[in-house]
């Protein structure tokens, strides 16, 4: 008797242990899956002090960035034009025949998008860091703020990101790095890089000016067969008359550039497109005398005539774009479940929104999102990459609506770990940071140029 009580005692003890493990293996599972399709978070969870400006510290955050911006007017000195001569210089130094250079890329796919950001730098090219020196920036409750760490970023081995490029700190006026970059958007098949774009004299926050870099860009753009299109920030006092100013010098200084991206119509016209960040701060009526036919400041039917596309967060904002006469929207943010425009769920009645009303949707997809170099406490809004499965569930959700265009967040917005970049392991003193492996570092370059084979074929069947 004692001898059976000892063998169901163990069979007692074992069958607990077998069900401890189920219920942790089941639990892991439902992680995974809130991972790649998380709940609806809560609009009202901020998740970037420069992202969403109806957020109650963006009043803040604007006052910093025109004080900001002023003294940038005031002391920035550009020594691009040197540059400019020089990498296009190089460029015909290093250009290998086409043919062979079309050879070893993947064909360019101008339906496929991606947001570029040229706004950092280093002491060789700069003469100091910028933004990879980035500051910890403070949660907008002091109570919060002050359980987290305060100060700047200190390159190059403590850089504003949580991923490490393969290119290190570098800066974006480097023509080697250029080169690099549009040679890893070409080998994803990527076709157009909608280029951060800031008017002549102004940056964010935390950068300098670029836009004398711009022809450098277009130049390389060129050599490996990109198309740039321009995604214009929220510069200061940005109106319908600033906007016709900026889309007036953008189309004359840079229209005529065998890589400047123009979009064939379905009535045939060939047109600049611009994408149109934080498109909301500004009211209807003001986007209205720009972008309708009756407008008093009316860019329809002139030389400036284009695609405007703008960005929807919340639900009630497409029917803000049809009235302001926008040409399409977009959803930018790689965090799904975030904003109602980021959720994957909501892309199909976007999507039958935009078709009734002769809108184009284009859906933004992204590999991923973690901000905590800059953002310390918003862990919460961190989008594992899930070794790839994240990207791949986002590709698959665009698909399903069948878009014109799909945008993809991000080349290298670093900071907020939507990259697809190559980025490579890294350990340094107390810093360790995110990798791509067990994958190598190009393999969401190589996840990108899957999805755009994969939705050329199926636009095909689409069009049957």
Request: aromatic share 14%.
């Amino acid at each position: 008797w004692i001898l059976n009580y000892d063998i169901m005692a163990r069979f007692r003890r074992r069958t607990c242990i077998i069900l401890v493990l189920f219920i942790l293996f089941i639990c892991s599972i439902m992680m995974a899956l809130k991972t790649l399709r998380p709940d609806r978070a809560g609009f009202g969870d901020p998740f970037g002090l420069g992202l969403l400006p109806e957020l109650r510290q963006r009043t803040v955050l604007l006052e910093n960035k025109q004080n900001s911006l002023n003294r940038l007017q005031g002391d920035t000195v550009m020594h691009i034009s040197n540059l400019h001569s020089s990498a296009a210089n190089t460029m015909k130094a290093s250009m290998p025949p086409i043919n062979k250079l079309e050879e070893e890329l993947s064909s360019p796919n101008y339906n496929f998008h991606v947001f570029y950001y040229s706004w950092f730098g280093n002491p060789q090219f700069d003469g100091k860091y910028i933004h990879w020196n980035h500051p910890l920036l403070p949660h907008w409750d002091p109570k919060i703020a002050n359980n987290y760490p305060k100060g700047r970023h200190n390159p190059p081995e403590d850089i504003g990101a949580n991923f490490y490029p393969e290119l290190g700190s570098y800066s974006s006026k480097d023509p080697s790095v250029i080169e690099a970059h549009m040679k890893q958007m070409r080998s994803a098949s990527i076709g157009v890089i909608a280029l951060s774009w800031y008017p002549p004299g102004m940056a964010d926050e935390n950068g300098e000016p670029t836009d004398d870099l711009v022809p450098v860009i277009l130049d390389f753009a060129h050599k490996y067969n990109l198309k740039v299109t321009f995604h214009i920030e929220p510069y200061k006092d940005r109106d319908d008359r600033s906007m016709y100013n900026n889309v007036k010098y953008i189309i004359d200084k840079y229209g005529d550039h065998p890589a400047f991206y123009r979009y064939k119509t379905s009535t045939g016209r060939f047109l600049p497109m611009f994408y149109v960040y934080d498109s909301y701060v500004t009211i209807p009526e003001i986007w209205g005398n720009l972008l309708t036919v009756s407008g008093s400041q009316t860019i329809r039917n002139t030389p400036y005539d284009g695609l405007f596309i703008a960005l929807l967060v919340e639900e009630r904002h497409k029917h803000d774009i049809h009235r302001s006469g926008f040409d399409g929207i977009y959803t930018y943010f790689a965090t799904n479940g975030f904003s109602y425009g980021s959720s994957h769920h909501n892309w199909a009645s976007l999507k039958a929104f935009c078709d009734s009303n002769n809108l184009m949707f284009i859906p933004s997809v992204g590999p991923g999102y973690i901000d905590t170099s800059i953002r310390p406490w918003n862990n919460h809004n961190t989008r594992n990459r899930v070794n790839g499965k994240y990207y791949e569930t986002a590709f698959s959700a665009a698909l399903l609506v069948r878009p014109e265009i799909i945008s993809i967040t991000s080349f290298n917005e670093w900071h907020e770990g939507t990259q697809i970049e190559k980025a490579v392991p890294k350990r340094t003193g107390q810093i360790v940071y995110l990798d791509y492996k067990p994958h190598k570092p190009n393999v969401y370059l190589e996840l990108t140029q899957k999805w755009s084979e994969k939705y050329r074929k199926e636009k095909e069947q689409w069009l049957m």
